[in-house]
C-alpha cells in the first residue's frame, strides 16, 4: 500500500525534481564565492561562464530529435545523471577553462532534464491539478534545498569549504537518485503521441514571447544579484548560504499557495502582480546602498519565481495536447536566446555601472507586464489571446 504511490508518474516528476536540486542548487550556491576566491574571476569571466552555461539551454529544441530516438522519461534520466557528473567534477581544477567545461557538462544535462520535465509535467498532469502540483514541486524543491543546504551551512560554521568534496556530494547524490529512478520506477507509456518534428505556431505567439523575457529577467537575478552581494557587500559563503536556506524555507511555505493562488484568480492577474513586483525591485537593486535592503530585495525576487507557474498552465490550456513535447523543446529555446547573450554582455556593462544592468532587468519587467494584460480570463485553443477573444 505505501509502495505503488512511489512508483507513480507524480513520484517520478517529484524525484527528478529533488535530484535536479541536489545537484543545481550546490552547484549554483557555491559557485560564485569558488570563482572568486580560488579562480579570481572577475564580472567579466563571470559572464562568459554564465553565457557558455545557457547554450545548452538556447540548444533545447534539439531534445524533440532526441526523442525520436528515446522516450521521454529514458531520456529524462540520463538528463538526471549528465547534470550530477558534471556538478561533480565542478571544482577539480581551479582555472577559468575547466569550470567553462565542467559548467556546459552540467548545464546539458540540467537544461534538458528542465526540458523533458516540464514536457512530462504538463502531459501527466491535468489542467484541473496543474498548478497545484507544480506548486507542490517547487515546495518539495525548497524543502531539498533546507535539507542540503542546512547541512552545507553546519559544515562551513566548523570547517573550511571544500569545494571538490562538497561538489562531489552534491553531483553523488543527483546520480543515486537517477539510477533509482531507472531501476525502480516502471517505465509509463505516453497518454497522447507527441509529435516529434520541430515548428512555430502561430497562435502561441504570446506564450513565446513571455516565455523569451522570463529567460533574459532569469539571468540578471541568477548572475547578478548573488554577485551583487558578493562583490559589492562582500558576503561570505557561509551567508550566501544562509539566504539560499531563507529563501528555501520561503519557497517551501508559499509555493503551494502561489499555485492555488493562480488557480483562483488566473494567469493574467497572477502575471500582473509578479511583473509590477519586479519593476519595483530592479530600480531598487539598481540604486541599493544598504546590505539589508539588498537581503531583502534578494528575498522578494526569488519569491516571484513561483509565479512563472503560471506561463507554463497558460501554455497547457491553449495547447494541442500532441504538441506539448515538441513546444516544450522549443519554449527553452526561446527561453534562452536573450540568456546567451546577456550575462556575458551585461558583464561588461557591470564593469562599468553595475546600476545600467538593474535598469535593464526593469525594462525587460515592464515589457512582460504589457505583453500579460493580453492573456484572456479563460484561455483555450481559438482563445490564445485577448485579440483573439475580442475578435469573436
Known amino acids: 500500500m505505501f509502495i505503488k504511490p512511489l512508483h507513480s508518474r507524480k513520484s517520478l516528476l517529484f524525484l527528478l525534481a529533488i ?3 541536489v545537484a543545481f542548487a550546490t552547484w549554483q550556491v557555491m559557485l560564485n564565492n569558488f570563482a572568486v576566491e580560488q579562480a579570481a574571476f572577475t564580472g567579466e569571466e563571470i559572464g562568459i561562464l554564465q553565457s557558455l552555461r545557457e547554450v545548452p539551454g538556447f540548444l533545447a529544441f534539439t531534445a524533440i530529435l532526441i526523442m525520436i530516438y528515446l522516450r521521454q522519461q529514458t531520456f529524462a534520466i540520463l538528463s538526471l545523471l549528465t547534470l550530477g557528473i558534471g556538478t561533480a567534477i565542478t ?34 498532469l491535468t489542467k484541473a491539478e496543474a498548478p497545484k502540483v507544480l506548486g507542490q514541486i517547487i515546495s518539495a524543491r525548497a524543502f531539498c534545498n533546507l535539507t542540503i543546504l542546512g547541512a552545507l551551512y553546519l559544515y562551513l ?10 561538489y562531489m556530494l552534491a553531483g553523488g547524490a543527483s546520480i543515486a537518485i537517477g539510477i533509482y529512478c531507472w531501476i525502480s520506477i516502471p517505465h509509463f507509456e505516453d497518454r497522447v503521441v507527441q509529435k516529434k518534428e520541430l515548428f512555430l505556431r502561430k497562435r502561441y505567439w504570446l506564450f513565446y514571447l513571455l516565455t523569451f523575457f522570463a529567460g533574459a529577467r532569469r539571468q540578471i537575478f541568477v548572475v547578478f544579484a548573488g554577485f551583487l552581494l558578493v562583490e559589492k557587500f562582500n558576503f561570505p559563503v557561509e551567508d550566501v548560504v544562509m539566504l539560499t536556506l531563507v529563501n528555501a524555507a520561503l519557497t517551501f511555505y508559499l509555493a503551494p499557495k ?8 488566473g494567469e493574467r492577474r497572477a502575471l500582473t502582480l509578479e511583473y509590477i513586483g519586479l519593476i519595483i525591485i530592479f530600480i531598487s537593486y539598481a540604486f541599493v546602498d544598504s546590505v539589508a535592503i539588498a537581503i531583502a530585495l534578494y528575498l522578494l525576487d526569488h519569491m516571484f519565481f513561483a509565479m512563472a507557474i503560471a506561463i507554463k498552465t497558460y501554455f497547457q490550456k491553449i495547447a494541442d495536447p500532441a504538441d506539448i513535447a515538441a513546444t516544450s523543446s522549443i519554449s527553452f529555446t526561446i527561453n534562452h536566446i536573450a540568456a546567451v547573450v546577456l550575462p556575458a554582455l551585461l558583464g561588461l556593462l557591470w564593469v ?12 525587460i519587467a515592464l515589457a512582460s507586464l504589457i505583453l500579460s494584460q493580453l492573456i484572456p480570463n479563460h484561455p483555450q485553443p481559438g482563445q490564445e489571446t485577448r485579440l483573439e477573444s475580442s475578435v469573436q
Open 19 to 21: 535530484g535536479n536540486t
Open 258 to 265: 502561489i499555485g492555488r493562488l493562480i488557480s483562483r484568480i
Open 91 to 124: 571544482a577539480f581544477y581551479p582555472t577559468a577553462l575547466w569550470l567553462y567545461f565542467s559548467t556546459v557538462i552540467m548545464s546539458i544535462g540540467f537544461h534538458y532534464l528542465e526540458t523533458l520535465h516540464n514536457s512530462l509535467s504538463l502531459q501527466w
Open 157 to 166: 560554521m566548523f570547517f573550511t569549504a571544500n569545494y571538490v568534496v562538497i
Open 352 to 363: 562599468v555601472n553595475h546600476s545600467a544592468v538593474f535598469l535593464v532587468g526593469a525594462a
